[in-house]
Structures are given as C-alpha cells and as structure tokens.
C-alpha cells in the first residue's frame, strides 16, 4: 500500500466554483502534513501546511483528520491562476512522502 | 532571501554515461533533500542529510547513485552509469531542520537518458 494516496484527477472546475482534494495516509504514525502546490514544469512550492485544528489561508482551507488517515484542501472562488497540481505530503519519521498530485484546471 | 540554487538545469546524456548534478541550499538550512520525480508522479526522496551526515537514504540505487554534502553546505548527486529510467527531474530542497519544517525547492536538473 502506498504512503500517501491522491485522486490525480484532473478536475476541471469554472472560475468561481468551490472544489476540494483529499489525500489518504497509511501511517499513523505520521506527524506533520502539508499542501505543494507545482506549475507546469516548476519546482513544488508549500502552499500550506496543515494543523490538527484546521487552518485557513484566505480561500484555502486545509484539514486533518487523524482517526480516518486523510487530510484535505478546499479551495473556494476558484481564480485561473489556481490552475496547477497540488501536491499532499506526509512527514513519518524522518521521510517525507509525497502523493502523486491532483491536477486542477480553472475554466473561464 | 537567495533560493535553493541547481545546476545544470538541463541535462541530456547517452545511457551508460555519468552525470553530476549540484545543489546549494537556502543558507544557514541543516537539511538537504534529493527527490527524483518522474512525469506524472511525485516527487520521491533519494537521499536526506542533516549537515554532512546521512540522514536517510533507503531509497537511492547505491548500485549507481551517489550523492555527498562534504561541508555541510552544497552537495552533488551522481549517477554513474546512467540508465533509460533515469529520466526524471531531480529537485534538491533544503529546510532549517528536518521533520516539520517547510522544504524549499530548487528549480531541479531536467534529465534525459537517451
């Protein structure tokens, strides 16, 4: 079984819209989590990292959900520029995992 | 703030040949990573040092790669010799520690094994 499990997608979404990813872990053990977003052919970049309680940045929310092994992102007001893959990662121990990304296109 | 520095960027070798590629991290960051990351995957981590001492590297061929942060500062991945499914990006991150402190990446080394 895989560390870190992501839909790739791709979802197509209209601007405006709301649109929300999840990832699924297999570790409980798992300590910290975080949301990358990568453009075309760019380097990952955190978008945010994601905390037991929740957290929101503006129209990104990410949440954890420990007893069910999965964390998730929802976007709301979708812009074109949101237009990217967004990357769930998973810290166990010292290893870093990644999902394989869910790619998101805005549609004008 | 300089980034995470990669070069070359781009890189395009005949299978069996040698290539090195060179990182040097955000300044005064302990932890630097190597990911190889494959078209339409994620990245997956080669090798972690915390300073110049290895950290994790379970996940490097050892039969052809290598990799050395002898000062504790920049570092080179090698692969020696290279084979067709070689072809990736190869991202260097650093972050202040290891754990859950935010990884900030390079612009990565554009591989092809032809």
């Known amino acids: 079984r895989k560390e870190v499990e992501q839909d790739p997608g791709p979802f197509n979404v209209p601007e405006g819209a709301t649109v929300a990813f999840n990832c699924t872990y297999s570790?409980?053990?798992?300590?910290?989590f975080f949301w990358y977003r990568q453009d075309c052919r760019k380097e990952p970049k955190l978008l945010m990292s994601?905390?037991?309680s929740g957290n929101e940045d503006g129209r990104f929310t990410a949440q954890l959900n420990r007893a069910s092994q999965y964390i998730s992102l929802l976007i709301r007001d979708s812009k074109l520029s949101d237009s990217a893959t967004y990357l769930c990662?998973?810290?166990?121990?010292?290893?870093?995992?990644f999902g394989t990304g869910t790619s998101l296109t805005v549609i004008p | 703030e300089a980034g995470v520095a990669q070069s070359p960027r781009y890189k395009i070798i005949e299978k069996r040949q040698s290539v090195a590629f060179w990182c040097n991290p955000i300044?005064?960051?302990?932890?630097l990573y190597w990911y190889q990351q494959i078209l339409g995957q994620g990245p997956k981590l080669l090798i972690q040092?915390?300073?110049?001492?290895?950290?994790?590297d379970s996940q490097l061929p050892k039969d052809r790669f290598s990799a050395e942060r002898l000062k504790g500062v920049d570092s080179t991945l090698k692969i020696q010799p290279a084979k067709l499914e070689d072809s990736a990006v190869y991202l260097c991150?650093?972050?202040?520690?290891?754990?859950?402190?935010?990884?900030?990446f390079g612009p990565g080394t554009r591989l092809t094994v032809t």
């Open positions: 991150a650093s972050s202040l520690e290891g754990g859950s402190y935010e990884q900030y």
């Open positions: 570790n409980s053990a798992s300590q910290s």
């Open positions: 994601v905390y037991s």
């Open positions: 990662v998973v810290n166990t121990g010292n290893q870093f995992y």
């Open positions: 300044s005064g960051h302990a932890t």
């Open positions: 040092f915390q300073n110049n001492g290895v950290v994790d």
